[in-house]
């Protein structure tokens, strides 16, 4: 399915929502944190670095956007019994959950999977894939109860293709498409929606480290794929789920 690119947000479009982002401290998550508190949501922003959260956190109390929480917490290494506390820690202070945009990921190097270290490979595919379900199964009562509330995976071209050298990043992205195609179909009794996102080539941070010798003025800003994030959050796309969104 191709995201509607003349779609227009309305200023309210996420009032009285509350959205939690992981990767909110750089990228494509922090530009979407950014838009929808600038769309009335209130942002849960979620990272393992609290200099990065805390510059997104001050970005939004500058547009006057309601009061964003930071949540830090290292993905790499965190037990279910993290994700329980963040979950019971949503529910204390606000009583619901809306939305949650899976957005960190890891990738450190292109490689060929003969040369890939194992220790990266474990790194990858828990904070890309098994975060992701930990979290998600965690707020999963929180968003039943809520309705009508989304949950984004954001995903990549390697997920549902063959690249070399994309090593544990290739196979995590083709994991999280079949998690959360999964999630929609064991879910499609309720209003909760799960749905795949690939925001196509960005200008991140990750991708000028992999990609050092590209011309940066020749990829999107992230702030431009953040209106995709807005429209899967919004109301506007309810009903739909299980479904793959093509930015490009």
Known sequence: ???????????????????LVTGAGDGIGKATAIAAAEHGATVV?????VSK????????????????????????????????????????????????VHNAAQM??????????ATDWVKVMHVNVTAAFMLTQACLELLEETGNS??????DDVGHSI??????????????????????????HTDVRFNLLNPGITLTPMRKR????????????????????????????QGISGTLVNCD
């Open 53 to 100: 959260l805390e510059a997104t956190y001050d970005e939004i109390e500058k547009l006057g956007a309601p009061t964003p929480a930071i949540y830090p917490i290292n993905l790499e290494g965190a037990s279910p019994q993290d994700y329980d506390q963040l979950a019971q820690t949503l529910r204390d202070n606000f009583s619901r959950l809306d939305g949650i």
């Open 150 to 155: 989304s949950v984004i995976f954001s995903t």
């Open 210 to 237: 992999l990609f050092p010798g590209e011309d940066n003025a020749a990829l999107t800003p992230p702030e431009e794929r953040a209106k995709a994030y807005l429209w899967l959050l919004s109301d506007d796309t």
């Open 45 to 49: 922003l979620v990272g393992k670095t």
């Open 1 to 19: 399915m191709k995201y509607p690119a003349d779609y227009q947000a309305k200023p309210n479009l996420l009032a009285n929502k509350v959205i």
């Open 163 to 188: 690249k070399p050298f994309y090593g544990a990043y290739a196979a995590s992205k083709h994991a999280i498409e079949s998690l959360a195609l999964t999630w929609a179909a064991e879910m499609s």
């Open 108 to 117: 450190p190097y292109l490689s060929r999977l003969k040369d890939y270290e």
